[in-house]
């Protein structure tokens, strides 16, 4: 059932909505490709008017949870693998310039750093000798204290064999590989943004509730030069984070 809304906290209404959306999609009360209520009832339901209603469901259009069809109403969106494709900007963003452009505290936690047999189908992905190989960077990124996003990276295995040795808390990875390499990354390939349902692990790592809904972002990058620097993919806590598309 939808939550009532805390109208003397400081969080505004419309995001009070969408959380609760979030959450009864998540707990299956709307199911893909089914109609949700219409602005009105959902107006009546949270006690906020029409504008606050079309602003909280505008946000979830954009993120892909919800669709709206030309005369028919506003639908979950269907399917477990809802896709997008996520702009390719020229130059990959780091996750700590991102945090101290928004004015918070980035933050990182080694969950691991290991070298690892790519999948058959990357296998040849970095070339060489070790082509099918790679060293694997997981750690649970935060903003001002409060987890995010896992970030779950596979380097080159030869070039950035130094990060097996570096201590990775607390640090930008794609400063630390300019320092000591000059190389920064670049899309090689477009961005892969879709949705998935928290497993156990991810659940701990990001402390939300198994099945909570999560973005994931995938892609292939390389260096100025256009050599493979790493396959990338982030799950990322959708209440917490937004895109720009």
């Known amino acids: 059932m939808p939550s009532e809304l805390d109208h003397s906290s400081q969080e505004p209404l419309y995001l009070q909505v969408i959380e609760d959306i979030r959450r009864d999609i998540a707990s299956g009360l709307y199911r893909a490709g089914e109609k949700i209520p219409s602005e009105l009832e959902l107006g009546d339901i949270y006690r906020v008017s029409r504008i606050t209603v079309r602003n909280a469901v505008k946000v979830l259009e954009k993120e892909g949870l919800l669709?709206?069809?030309?005369?028919?109403?506003?639908?979950?969106?269907?399917?477990?693998?809802?896709?997008?494709?996520?702009?390719?900007?020229?130059?990959?963003?780091?996750?700590?310039?991102?945090?101290?452009?928004?004015?918070?505290?980035?933050?990182?936690?080694?969950?691991?750093c290991e070298r690892v047999l790519l999948p058959l189908d990357r296998a040849g992905?970095?070339?060489?000798?070790?082509?099918?190989?790679?060293?694997?960077?997981?750690?649970?990124?935060?903003?001002?204290?409060?987890?995010?996003?896992?970030?779950?990276?596979?380097?080159?295995?030869?070039?950035?064999?130094?990060?097996?040795?570096?201590?990775?808390?607390?640090c930008s990875i794609f400063e630390l590989i300019e320092q000591r390499t000059g190389l920064v990354p670049r899309n090689g390939t477009d961005c892969v943004l879709s949705m998935e349902r928290a497993d156990a692990?991810?659940?701990?790592?990001?402390?939300?509730?198994?099945?909570?809904?999560?973005?994931?972002?995938?892609?292939?990058?390389?260096?100025?030069?256009?050599?493979?620097?790493?396959?990338?993919?982030?799950?990322?806590?959708?209440?917490?984070?937004?895109?720009?598309?």
């Open 201 to 245: 692990q991810l659940a701990e790592l990001l402390d939300v509730a198994e099945n909570e809904p999560l973005f994931t972002v995938s892609g292939e990058y390389s260096d100025q030069y256009g050599e493979p620097m790493f396959i990338g993919l982030q799950h990322v806590v959708g209440k917490h984070y937004s895109f720009r598309l």
């Open 125 to 170: 992905y970095f070339g060489g000798a070790d082509g099918g190989a790679a060293v694997r960077v997981m750690r649970v990124r935060t903003a001002d204290g409060l987890p995010l996003m896992v970030e779950d990276n596979l380097f080159d295995p030869v070039k950035y064999r130094f990060l097996l040795e570096e201590p990775l808390d607390d």
């Open 67 to 112: 669709i709206k069809r030309q005369g028919k109403g506003t639908f979950v969106a269907d399917g477990g693998d809802r896709k997008a494709p996520f702009e390719n900007d020229d130059i990959v963003r780091s996750f700590t310039k991102t945090c101290e452009n928004n004015g918070v505290v980035p933050g990182a936690r080694l969950v691991s």
